[in-house]
Structure formats: C-alpha cells, structure tokens
C-alpha cells in the first residue's frame, strides 16, 4: 500500500530552493526515514538485460514476477535525502513518494503500456521527420534537378547549396525550437513543428526554379530544427537512463525503416510521371507532405504532457491509474532525481545553454558529435546521384537504396546489443568507423569506370555501418556508480536540455562540413572527397576516440580520489553546500 504527497502539503513544506531543513521535513519523508530497505533492489541487480539472455545465457537473473522491484536511492537515505526533492513546481510532484514499492510484475506491464502509448506515438512523430527530410533523395532520381535547372558542377553548385542552407538553417534553429519546447512543453510544439513543416514540404509541388529550392529547402530547415532534442526530452519524462538507450537505437532503426518505406512509395508514386501533366517528383511531395501532414494532426492527440497529466477533453479517464502514476513518476525520480528540477513548462536560459557550452568535461562528446558522422554523409547524401550517373534507371536507384538500409538496421540492433551486453560506450562506438574504412578505401581504389554492379556492392557495404548515434549523446555518458550504499556516488543522467542542445548544434555543424567534401570538380568519382574521408575515419579511430576513453578514466579517478577521502560528514556538508551542479560535482561519474 503506497501514499502520495499531497500538493498543497508539499508546497507548504517546501522551500524555494531543492534544499530544505531537515525540521521540514513531511509526514512522508520521516515515514522514508524509517522504512526498511532490505527490500530495494540494486541497480546491477534490477535491471532485466535482454542482451544478456542473447549475449550471456548463463548470467540471466531470473526474478520472481511478484518480488520487488523498487531501485534503491538517495530517497531511501535521510541524511541525503533532502538534497534531492523534486522542486515545487514539478508536474508529477503529487505523485512523488519515496516509500512506494512495486513488483517487477507491475514495472514490466507498464513499461509495455509506456512503449505502446508513448514511444509508437514519438517514433511516428520520428517517422515523419525523416519522411519529409529524405524525399529529395528519391526526387533526385526523377530528374528533379534538370526539371528545375539546378546545377551539381561549376563552382556554386545550387545542390550543395540547397544542403548547405538547409543545415544552417536547421543548426540555427536548434537553440529557438528549444527554447519554445521547454516553454510551451514537447508535447505542443512537436506536433506543431510537424504541421507547419509538412506545409512547407507539399509545396514543394509548386517549385518553379533555384530561388523557391533555397527558400523551401531553408523553410524546412528552420521547421525542422530541435525536433530530435525536443523528441528524446519528451521520451526522458517517461523512461530511466538505462531504458532509453535501446529505445533511441530503435528510433534510429525507425529512421532506416521509414527510408525503405519511402523508397517503395517513391517507386509508385514516380511512376505517376506524366500524370495531368504533372512530373513524378511533384506528386511525390505532395503526397508525403500530406502524410506527414496527418501524422501531426495525430501527435496532437497522443502526446500527454507527463505521465500525471493524460486526461483531456477527448480522453477523459487518461491513460495510467493513480498507482501507474505512481510508479512512473518515483522509478524515474529514483533512476535521475534531477529531472525533478524543472517542470515541464519552464523555459531554459540563455545562462544554462552557455553553460553547457562552456563545460570543458562535456567537449570531447562534443567533438566525437562533430567528426563521428562525416566519414558515412557524402556518400549518403549523393548514393541516388551516383547510382544514376553510373548507369542504373530512376525506379531501379530507388530500390537500390534499400539493402543497405535493411542491413543498416541489423548493424545498428547489433552495436545495441553489444553496448549494453558489454556496458561499453566509446569503443563499441568506434565500431562505426571500424566498419566504414574498409570500405571508403575500396571506393577509392575502383577504377575509372567501375562495373555498375561492384560499385553497388561497396556502396551498399559502405552504407551499411552500425550507426552509433543513440550511443554518442551525452544522454548515454552519463555516471554509472550505483547509490546502492547511498553513501557513495550519487547517480544522475547529463540529458538535460541545454545539453542535448549544445551537442545536438555540433551534429549539425559536422552536416554542413559534410556537405562541402564531395565538390563538382572532384565529380563523378570524388576521389578527392573519398581521399579525405578516410584521412578523418582515420583520425577518429586512432586519436578522438581514444583520448575520449582515456579522458573520461583520468576525469572518474581524480573526482573519485577527492570523495574517496571525505568522511561521511564531509559528504554531507559538501551537499549541502555546494554549488555545483550536474556533472560539476564531485559525486558525478562519467560512464564512458
């Protein structure tokens, strides 16, 4: 049987600061204080891995469904505990109790209602980004260059311009999305931003030369802009660090599903060239503008705000019971009491996102954002080009494009597996680039005027790396000392906004590095390009990631010799006092 704090219980015992007096403390909290914790679960112990049935049969824990499985926290300790509450005005603070417990039974059921309700309607929403993002691809096929006159030689070549633009574009609204996001909350403006874009991208149907190209490809770009950050933190309401790893590498295998998808439509819709007068690519965007279009429509009534808030006009008995609140809000508050520090309508700073910036600890993720991408984009972004300049007709590029999206999807569910079977971040990244330099180095060693066919299967060999981009967020580098002594190093996820921000604008940036290494005068075969690929895969394989590993070692043993020393009144006054926060204070470890 399981209490809830009351709000305006809550609210009158609450200081403006997280901190407050242990004289203030709630009914509650003393009720925490004395409660046993025999029964809690360690994390190393909690945590059901289904890698490690695929990986490492034999060291499968299996739980009794009707054992609990509440994870043991900085909550269970009353001496730590008051340094950690959610703030006043968190969304779910009416549902934060320490002393709830629950069964694994309960935790597994819901986490599958979690998946069904939430994460399908998110990875919808996904689908529609990459839905209207790509179509130019499959245009590409269908002479939409020629129609327009756009130029890919001659020293402004208008499709790497549009490319370029889109991407400033998009890296200069990262910071506004967000910034509205947090405001108005994800679950308004996602859907939002697919409406508005998904206009954009129906009229496309109209383009009339290179002018309207830029304006929509610039249009789309600022539409699009902090979607993906906008998305995960929505996702982070819901979900623990360790459970959303797999569900961002399933949003990333959604991406290459979504791709095959459109190269199937593409192949129909393509065939309507002609139709009223009317070329291919034209009805192409306007039909996936209009799906996309509806996919909003439908994210505005799946979207709740938080997990307490789920009841609307059209939904009025919402989605969890008050024990499915419950349970949700404290097994995340348990997993990252941080995320109680705002509510989900409180704006970011412009002093928090510069502060994240300026965190030297976090510019190694940073850099690995900028230059792990680079080696894999030009040959995506031009595979339907060159497929077409090499001989192969508009309907057959389409479905080439396929396999090495279906085998894209068996290396990204592979490099999943192993990071969370070997619990490993840097070097089972590092796989991607391990995967590709083979590869880019075939592609430079072809002949001038490879068979059709050769030149296919590298294509497809090269385009098939595991992306490591669910694991090369700051998300997934976050601390791994468990608090199971709650005397020890507290545990706390760097998701946070500003963050995410911060890395997601460097992502961007390596996009429009990208798009300037395949040039018109290096064209048709981009050796040059190629040439400089490998020099970069090289670089990242040999030095970036690397130097993060040992980095993130040296970071973990300095802060851990420091708090190793401190007695457990020093920890306690060091908490109480200190103004470090996030990954600042000495109780974080980097996972790495």
Known sequence: MTTSVSVPEKHALTTDSLIRPVSLLSSVEKRSASLPTDDLVDETEEQFSWTKSIF???????????????RRSVFDDPGLAQYYWPNKDYENLHRFDPTARWTYREERALVRKLDWRIMLTAAIGFSALNLDRSNISQANSDNFLQDLELTTDGNHPDFNLGNT????????????????????????????????????????????GRTSFLVCRALLGVLQG???????????YFYTKTELPTRLALFWMTENFVAILASFIAYGVLHMDGVAGIAGWRWLFIIEGILT???????FFNMPPSPTQTKAWFRPKGWFTEREEIVI???VLRDDPTKGDMHNREGL??????????????????????????PNSPPSTYLTLLLTNIGFNTFDTNLLTIPSLAIGIVTMFWITLVSESVNERTIVSMMMDLWTL?????????????????????????????????????????????????????????FKPETYSSSARFVQVSGIVSAQIYVASDAPRY????????????????????????????????????????????RAHYLSTTKDVGNRRLDFRFAH
Not at 56 to 70: C, E, L, M
Not at 438 to 460: G, Q
């Open 165 to 208: 633009v889109f991407l400033l574009a998009f890296l200069c609204a990262e910071l506004p999305s967000q910034l509205v996001s947090k405001r108005i909350g994800p679950d308004r403006w996602i859907p939002t931003q697919i409406c508005l874009w998904s206009f954009v991208s129906l009229s496309q149907f109209w383009l009339t």
């Open 527 to 570: 050796q040059r390009g190629n040439r400089t690929l490998i020099i970069i895969c090289c670089v990242n394989i040999c030095i970036l990631y690397p130097a993060t590993k040992v980095y993130y070692i040296w970071r973990n043993r300095q802060r851990a010799k420091i708090w190793d020393a401190m007695t457990t009144e020093e």
């Open 56 to 70: 490492r049969p034999n060291h499968t824990v299996s739980h009794d469904p009707d054992a609990i499985a509440t």
């Open 329 to 331: 809000v404290n097994r």
């Open 438 to 494: 083979p590869f880019l180095v075939a592609l430079y060693a072809l002949p001038s005027n490879p068979n059709p066919w050769i030149f296919f299967v590298v294509a497809t060999g090269l385009l098939s790396y595991p992306w490591g981009g669910a694991l090369v967020t700051p998300g997934q580098w976050q601390v791994e000392q468990s608090t199971r002594r709650c005397t020890t190093c507290v545990e706390f996820s760097i």
């Open 293 to 299: 279009l509806l996919i909003g429509i439908f994210c």
């Open 226 to 236: 902090g979607f993906i950050p906008d998305l995960i933190l929505y996702l982070s």
């Open 349 to 374: 700073t412009l002093r928090r996102l510069w502060t994240a910036v300026c965190d030297y600890d976090l510019w190694p993720i940073y850099i690995l954002g900028l230059m792990f991408g680079i």
